[in-house]
């Protein structure tokens, strides 16, 4: 005899895929203390309906499971919400100029400093380094401390890239961090001036992070840290989130176990330790003497060690003639010490961690595979779930290679499309040919490589079904910021879209299966946490263009509405 629910969902379109590429068609489903008891037909619901059942109908409209974010900056939504924004700067590569631009920060630099004037450090994020090597007009202008001076002459400021892989510092900023003619420029990712002074100009995350960290007054508060992630949980839940893949440990990380434990989660967060090539014995230990330490029971867990192998592109290619802002015949380095690489990833698969390494360039995936295959030689581990986060250009045998060697691709569909701003840098710099076997998903797919979809927030937003839409048709949807500009460009590589089912696999169960959640989450079957969205349509039967103007009318987060359109 069935229970009585606490909710059902009647007259819908269920839709959802298993790990097995199984999918399930449903109209109706019953939750009972927060999971799934009941998936399948009108009829047979009726039996979990009393009094004290809430029904929904959702009048033929489609419910899928909740999404999940294979890859996005959970512990830094402070950079995000808490600082001043360049995001309302978009230029036209065709008619803007880097001068342009650099008024266009200025400006908006100065709204923000007039209205935090007692603010120790001001920070920033969201302008673009395309913007300076040659992405407008073709015109390379560099982009430095002096350009922020004349706005922030008498305190730090701390202006991070879109893309987090870039920081400008101000004169006061590097004043405070000790960072002078005599700092090692790191093989040129602390650029210097003529004269050797530093420019501000800094690169790679595990170069700058610790240089601002260091900056008294740069950290946000526990307060403000929370607040943010309220905010970023609550923007994630009304897309449809239900499950978050933070890939860079962050201060946030005490605050969010706190958060997890006054049941304060909107969504389960799987987590990472850092571990960089100059720190990398004590960031092993520090990671295994804090396994369990961020933990909290099925909400917030933290596994995983995270690697930059590059920052932009290491390719098999050298760089051509051509190249605008490279040497000809050379290719950018990795962040790590080939040999180092090798032997710290073999240590933490011995340890049990999986390895979440953000790796752009073919040759530095290529070398990352080779790591993980040779960790699993060393150290076999079924359970271990190894992932290459970003994928932009991958060699023909490695996508083969991955599939064999059951490695996760954690990419990101919202940059499956064209990039016109930066398309002419790169193809100065590899040629067309290479360019255009950028970021691939259906090949990978068809190797037997397990996708699992992300944002990258806060690099970009949380496209969430408009990023479904772009991996079916690899054009811009209405959330780019460009999308005006782009939105009759052709699809980039129409042979690398996917299916729907493919679409939302990547988007919902294998994200669970990256974050080792699929036996709670990811698809909607009996005994799994209720986790879903209703959508105000039918998601399989509308043309695939209009995908992008779905609108969530509900996130349901273990059996609880967390999120509700009024």
Same mark, same amino acid.
């Given at each position: ?39 399948? &037909? ?78 120790? #450090? ?56 000790? #960072?002078?003619? &005599? ?59 239900? *499950? ?57 867990? %933290? ?80 359970? +271990? ?8 250009? +991958?060699?023909?045998? &490695?996508? %083969? ?5 059951? +490695? ?47 944002? &990258? ?10 990023? +479904? ?62 986790? *879903? ?34």
């Amino acid at each position: 005899m069935a229970q009585i629910a606490d909710k059902v969902y009647r007259n819908a379109k269920i839709y959802s895929v298993a790990l097995d590429g199984t999918e399930t068609h449903a109209q109706a489903l019953a939750i009972v203390d927060g999971k799934f008891a009941y998936v399948g &037909d009108e009829a047979g619901v009726q039996a979990w309906i009393g009094d004290t059942t809430e029904v929904i109908d959702c009048n033929g409209k489609s419910i899928i499971p909740g999404l999940g974010d294979a890859h996005m900056h959970l512990a830094h939504s402070a950079k995000k919400f808490g600082t001043c924004s360049f995001g309302n700067i978009v230029p036209d590569p065709q008619k803007d100029t880097p001068e342009g631009v650099i008024k266009q920060i200025q400006d908006t630099l100065k709204a923000y400093f007039d209205e935090h004037k007692d603010a120790p #450090v001001i920070r920033a994020l969201g302008w673009d380094r395309t913007w300076f090597s040659g992405g407008l007009q073709g015109i390379v202008r560099p982009f430095t401390r002096h350009d922020v001076d004349v706005i922030v002459p008498d305190r730090p400021a701390v202006l991070m890239s879109y893309c987090g892989h870039r920081v400008l510092l101000n004169t006061k900023a590097l004043e405070a961090a000790g #960072v002078t003619k &005599d700092t090692d420029d790191r093989n040129g990712l602390i650029v210097k001036e003529a004269d050797g002074s530093p420019s501000g100009y800094i690169k790679e995350p595990a170069v700058y992070l610790p240089i601002i960290d260091s900056i008294p007054g740069y950290d946000f508060s526990p307060k403000e840290h929370r607040d943010c992630l309220k905010q970023c949980f609550d923007v994630f839940n009304e897309h449809g989130y239900t *499950l978050l893949c933070d890939c860079q440990q962050g201060a946030a990380y005490p605050v969010l176990t706190d958060m997890a434990k006054n049941g304060e989660f909107t969504a389960r967060v799987s987590g990472v330790f850092n571990v960089n090539d100059a720190t990398r014995e004590e960031d092993l230990e520090k990671a295994v003497a804090n396994r369990k330490k961020f933990d909290v029971e099925g909400l917030f867990t %933290v596994d995983t060690v995270k690697y930059f192998a590059d920052g932009q592109f290491a390719m098999l290619e050298p760089y051509l003639e051509t190249s605008i802002n490279h040497k000809p015949g050379t290719r950018e380095p990795l962040l790590w010490d080939e040999a180092h690489m090798e032997e710290s990833m073999a240590l933490a698969n011995k340890e049990g961690f999986n390895i979440h390494t953000h790796a752009m360039g073919s040759y530095a995936i290529h070398r990352v595979v080779d790591c993980y295959e040779n960790a699993q030689k060393l150290y076999p581990n079924p359970n +271990i779930r190894n992932i290459i986060a970003h994928d932009t250009f +991958i060699a023909p045998e &490695d996508r %083969v290679r991955m599939g064999k060697s059951h +490695i996760i691709a954690s990419n990101q569909p919202a940059w499956f499309n064209d990039h016109p701003a930066e398309e002419p840098i790169m193809v100065a710099d590899w040629g067309e040919d290479v360019v255009r076997e950028a970021y691939p998903s259906k090949s990978l797919i068809d190797n037997g490589v397990v996708c699992a979809y992300g944002s &990258d927030f806060f690099v970009s937003p949380s496209y969430g079904l408009a990023g +479904i839409q772009v991996a079916m048709t690899r054009r811009h949807v209405k959330l780019d910021p460009t999308y005006e500009m782009y939105k009759d460009n052709l699809a980039a590589k129409p042979e690398e879209c996917v299916s729907l089912k493919e679409a939302l696999q990547a988007h919902t169960i294998n994200a669970a299966y990256q974050a080792h959640m699929e036996n709670i989450t990811g698809s909607i079957e009996v005994g799994k946490s209720a986790e *879903l969205a209703v959508l105000d349509r039918d998601i399989e039967t509308i043309p695939v263009e209009q995908i992008q103007d779905i609108e969530v009318l509900e996130t349901v987060f273990m059996g609880k509405t967390v999120f509700k359109k009024a």
